[in-house]
């Protein structure tokens, strides 16, 4: 196994974690509007799941001998709660297909604990994507 290849891959999901926490965080801080309370507890939601991913991936960064990322990935921010919304969902679509590459370094790579915990936080952010697409109301 490659510990550096996963480190990285690691720390580049932390990151995008560390970016989907403040943008959760913002958006459930900035919404407002007569459908806003129904959301904006989603979003608070989102924002401490993505603190559980970020958490057990800087423990298996460090368990490999890596030192977990503190830079978030940049966000999106503000506008229209049917933007935000939209926002969230393609953040969320981004992450299930990186989840996938990641998954497969693991697979090649032979690091079958990493992989499993990605594929925890993959059925996470497919959660996260559904709950975007049924506020929506759209669908793949």
Same mark, same amino acid.
């Given at each position: 196994?490659?510990?550096?290849?996963?480190?990285?891959?690691?720390?580049?999901?932390?990151?995008? $974690? !560390?970016?989907?926490?403040?943008?959760?965080?913002? %958006? %459930?801080?900035?919404? $407002? *509007?007569?459908?806003?309370?129904?959301?904006?507890?989603?979003?608070?939601?989102?924002?401490?799941? $993505?603190? #559980? %991913?970020?958490?057990?991936?800087?423990?298996?960064?460090?368990?490999? *001998?890596?030192?977990?990322?503190?830079?978030?990935?940049?966000?999106?921010? *503000?506008?229209?709660?049917? #933007?935000?919304? &939209?926002?969230?969902?393609?953040? $969320?679509? &981004?992450?299930?297909?990186?989840?996938? #590459?990641?998954?497969?370094?693991?697979?090649?790579?032979?690091?079958?604990?990493?992989?499993? !915990?990605?594929?925890?936080?993959?059925?996470?952010?497919?959660?996260?994507?559904?709950?975007?697409?049924?506020?929506?109301?759209?669908?793949?």
């Amino acid at each position: 196994m490659n510990k550096a290849k996963i480190v990285a891959a690691l720390n580049q999901a932390r990151a995008d $974690e !560390l970016g989907a926490i403040l943008q959760y965080m913002g %958006h %459930h801080y900035e919404a $407002e *509007g007569l459908e806003s309370p129904a959301i904006i507890d989603e979003f608070k939601k989102a924002a401490i799941d $993505e603190m #559980k %991913h970020a958490e057990a991936l800087a423990e298996r960064i460090v368990y490999l *001998g890596g030192e977990p990322t503190k830079e978030p990935t940049p966000i999106k921010k *503000g506008g229209s709660l049917k #933007k935000m919304i &939209q926002d969230n969902l393609e953040t $969320e679509n &981004q992450a299930i297909e990186k989840y996938r #590459k990641r998954i497969k370094l693991c697979v090649e790579e032979e690091d079958y604990t990493s992989r499993k !915990l990605l594929e925890e936080i993959l059925a996470s952010e497919e959660e996260h994507a559904n709950t975007w697409e049924t506020a929506l109301g759209v669908r793949k």
